[in-house]
């Protein structure tokens, strides 16, 4: 686990998954890095990381695995390099703080459209709407499980649960026919960071003032609805004093019947006037239409309509109207209250627009983080960018020896254009690492031969820790004014594309040394194998003609040369273990077995045969060869050497055991990992038990150190390994 101190990072180790998931909730941190081997543990440490990211960390083997694990991204161990490592963890808590936004704004939105389906909700009372409310408060706020609500209203408070008073309070005032009624309060039990209305989100304010307006707006409609019914008289005080524009309107003709002051005010009409119009001369709807929104209001099949009036000045005006039958002097009559949500409807766009770009945004940078290849990063974000702004054309310029933009991918109207870095600023933002976006540019390339066409562009840069890589240019035939909101998620955009193909770059670099370097070593194995056969050769004549110590001496560099020789053997075979894993497939465990054997006529190996096909690959023998060998190394030429297998259910269990000194019990739980010896008293190189280890994990089996006769280690050695048989799952990994 990794957070940031002064510059600086300050790492946690925890080793096993419920230390990892403690630590995490006494102390939040930046990123936690989780070894691939405990990708099992994931939601567990998931649930306690909350909204830190979460990154595997893998080796190539286990790559498939690591990426469809579900963590946030991985990483490769053998890759690794410390601007890796901080490129990848930026990359993932920048996707992190893009779903944190994009998750508070549903919630806002979710808060609203519960809030409208319980105020339409056919016979409710205020009093179920104040509870209700309460309910659906807490769940919008950042910290919804910390957070409780209160409303209230005329003397009376309306609350759900036990709701405590604390200095972290969020207030807003519910105003009735523009007099304060009552306020709907939100605390949070703890202390949270500053978000800017001090523990609250700015957002949370403008939802909260939103919920009181719109509860006033509704206190005021049930009331008079309620008024309304207890005499015509009290109604008419109603009515004619509301603030509320109310129109009385008779369903049969349309006509409007009466208005009150309020109505006469917001349409610009006199009372006279307004009274002399039908309701489809004010309501932008075709006559037909409105006739039928009126039935439905009549048959009381529906009383909230949302509608757009045309005021006296022409304007047109976002409205929710509440309608209801009602009878005035024995005449039936729809009497209709209306509202101006115009602003309201623009807020509701605005969300939503936002909405869609941060939808794009995420799509980008997914795509910055998922793209294997630098052209189909390019193409992707062109695209989408393109998407976000509704231009015509992109392209992407990377910056080359000599410090120029050269075009590498174009996209749309870009295509048609000869030179699109020409007359837009692309050379400009490569100099000065500096975003330009023009609303008034001209376009030559697209006009009619001899003229000009103008449009508006942005460049933006694509760089990485401070370095520039290339331009971004978004091209349209459209005069565009770009907001600071569009210009800031622009920028967003150019980072994260930069830093992407930053990466893809680096990637392609370590592919390319790694290829080298693995030429590099086939060449220096296959002549280091050529020498050592010569030298082998001459060495065992030399044996054969020595005697005495100098025949000693002729054994030891036998000894020697097959030592080099099993050193290139156990590289070659550590190059093929990290290449990604071959499917696996029956394998005749006993042709195995036996094929090995031969390869030591001069060891005493006690075997009685086996009827097992096991699920490996063609690299099986070298765990019967590593194994035999450690056994003749450590036990000399007269260990008797002994292989048993086994059946276990859906596996096979394989014993190799020998009459050596054996391991102390100290030494077992090490004794598989790289460049760890065996342990018994003799030098090694420590690369042979860990190979063999890694292949019996990779067909899905595991291997420990034992005792030949249990507790009693001074009797010998005995390694015991699982493998799965051909029926069994060949993904599995459990021994």
């Known amino acids: 686990m990794i957070s940031e101190s002064s510059g600086e990072c300050d790492v946690v180790r925890r080793s096993r998954p419920e230390d990892a998931a403690k630590t995490l909730s006494d102390a939040p941190c930046d990123v936690v890095l989780l070894d691939a081997g405990l990708a099992g543990a994931l939601a567990q440490i998931t649930e306690a990381a909350g909204d830190t990211p979460i990154i595997l960390l893998a080796d190539p083997a286990d790559e498939h695995r690591a990426r469809q694990a579900g963590a946030d991204d991985y990483l490769i161990r053998q890759r690794l390099t410390p601007d890796l490592i901080a490129r990848v963890i930026r990359c993932a808590a920048s996707r992190r703080r893009a779903a944190a936004v994009l998750t508070e704004r549903e919630k806002e939105l979710r808060c609203l459209y519960a809030l409208g389906r319980l105020i339409e909700a056919p016979g409710i009372g205020l009093d179920e709407i104040y509870r209700g409310v309460t309910g659906l408060i807490p769940a919008a706020m950042q910290y919804a499980d910390d957070a409780c609500a209160r409303i209230t209203v005329h003397g009376r408070e309306f609350q759900t649960g036990a709701c405590t008073e604390t200095p972290w309070r969020l207030e807003s005032p519910i105003v009735v026919y523009g007099k304060p009624a009552g306020r709907l309060d ?15 989100l700015a957002e949370e304010r403008l939802l909260i003032d ?37 129109l009385l309107i008779d369903p049969e003709s349309g006509e409007i019947v009466d208005a009150n002051a309020a109505a006469s005010k917001y349409y610009g009409y006199p009372h006279s006037t307004l009274t002399g119009l039908q309701i489809a001369e004010i309501n932008t709807l075709d006559r037909d239409e409105v006739f039928a929104e009126m039935e439905r209001a009549r048959a009381e099949t529906r009383n909230l309509f949302l509608f757009q009036h045309r005021l006296a000045t022409g304007e047109v005006r976002d409205v929710e109207v509440y309608s209801g039958a009602i009878t005035v002097g024995g005449r039936p009559l729809l009497h209709s209250i209306v509202h101006d949500i115009t602003e309201r409807r623009d807020a509701e766009r605005k969300i939503q627009d936002r909405n869609r770009q941060l939808s794009i945004i995420n799509r980008i940078i997914g795509t910055a983080s998922r793209s294997g290849a630098a052209g189909e990063l390019m193409e992707k974000t062109l695209d989408q960018a393109m998407e976000l702004l509704s231009f015509e054309g992109a392209g992407i310029a990377l910056i080359d020896a000599e410090g120029r933009a050269v075009p590498a991918c174009h996209r749309g109207i870009a295509a048609d254009m000869q030179d699109w870095t020409g007359p837009l600023p692309c050379d400009r933002v490569a100099k000065t690492g500096t975003p330009v976006f023009e609303e008034d540019v001209p376009l030559p390339c697209l006009a009619e031969e001899g003229g000009t ?29 770009f907001t600071d909101e ?21 990637q392609r670099q370590l592919e390319a040394a790694n290829e080298q370097a693995n030429f590099y070593l086939d060449v220096m194995a296959h002549d280091i194998n050529n020498a050592n056969t010569s030298s ?3 060495a065992s004549l030399l044996e054969e003609i020595l005697t005495g110590e100098e025949k000693q001496y002729a054994r030891k560099l036998l000894a020697g040369i097959r030592q080099s020789t099993e050193i290139i053997g156990n590289v070659s075979t550590i190059r093929r273990l990290q290449e990604a894993n071959p499917p696996l497939s029956p394998v005749d465990l006993d042709t195995v077995i036996r094929e090995v054997i031969r390869l030591f006529p001069d060891a005493t190996i006690r075997y009685a045969g086996a009827d097992a096909t096991v699920l490996a690959d063609d690299l099986l023998p070298e765990v ?11 036990g000399g030429t007269d260990v008797v050497i002994a292989i048993r297998v086994d059946d276990r259910d859906d596996r096979v269990q394989v014993t190799v055991e020998d009459t050596g000194p054996g391991i102390a019990d100290t030494v077992k739980p090490g004794v598989f990992n790289r460049f760890r010896t065996g342990g018994r008293g003799r030098s090694g190189k420590g690369l042979g038990l860990y190979i063999t280890r890694v292949l019996v994990e990779r067909y899905g089996g595991s291997i420990r150190a034992d005792d030949r006769l249990c507790g009693r280690p001074e009797e010998g050695a005995a390694f015991r390994f699982t493998l799965p048989k051909r ?9």
């Not at 150019?494 to 770059?505: I, P, S, V």
């Open 186 to 200: 939100v605390w949070y039990r703890s202390e949270h960071p500053d978000a800017g209305e001090g523990a609250f």
């Open 210 to 246: 939103a919920v009181t307006e719109r509860l006033g707006r509704v206190t005021e409609r049930i009331r008079a609805e309620e008024t309304l019914r207890e005499s015509e008289e009290r109604y008419r005080s109603i009515f004619t004093e509301s603030l509320a524009p109310m």
């Open 453 to 481: 066409e103008s449009g508006s562009c942005a460049g933006l840069p694509l760089a990485s820790d401070g370095t520039m890589i290339g331009v971004m240019t978004l091209i349209s035939t459209r005069r565009h004014r």
């Open 486 to 506: 569009e210009k800031s998620l622009l920028i967003a955009i150019g980072q994260e594309t930069g830093r992407a193909l930053d990466r893809l770059m680096l």
């Open 536 to 538: 082998l050769l001459y």
């Open 624 to 634: 019967f060869i590593n194994l035999i060998g450690n056994s003749r190394k450590y």
């Open 727 to 735: 029926s069994a799952d060949p993904t599995s990994r459990g021994g």
